[in-house]
């Protein structure tokens, strides 16, 4: 009787790391649903892909790397905050 699907989901952690993926397109079809399905529920990684956003809008383009590793730290420290309320 077990749901094959029934641990189809994503942690937190995954999607910050898929965050920009997500952002340029590049995730397959059935992770971007997965992706979207957390932040329906998940107000601490909707406010995470919001961030990127506008980092992106500031910057014009996706960060060719990452997100310089203050304002990651700065972001997932207010990520981690987040959670602990
Ligand atoms: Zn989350």
Redesign the pocket.
């Known amino acids: 009787m077990a749901d094959p699907t029934a641990h189809d989901h994503?942690?937190?952690q995954e999607?910050?790391e898929l965050v920009t993926d997500y952002l340029e397109s590049a995730l397959p079809a059935e992770q971007a649903v997965l992706f979207e399905q957390?932040?329906n529920?998940?107000?601490?990684?909707?406010w995470?892909l919001d961030q990127m956003r506008r980092t992106i809008a500031t910057v014009g383009r996706l960060p060719e790397e990452d997100v310089p590793p203050e304002t990651r730290d700065a972001l997932l420290a207010a990520f981690r905050d987040w959670r602990k309320r």
């Open positions: 994503l942690t937190c999607v910050v957390h932040l529920f998940c107000d601490g990684c909707e995470y």
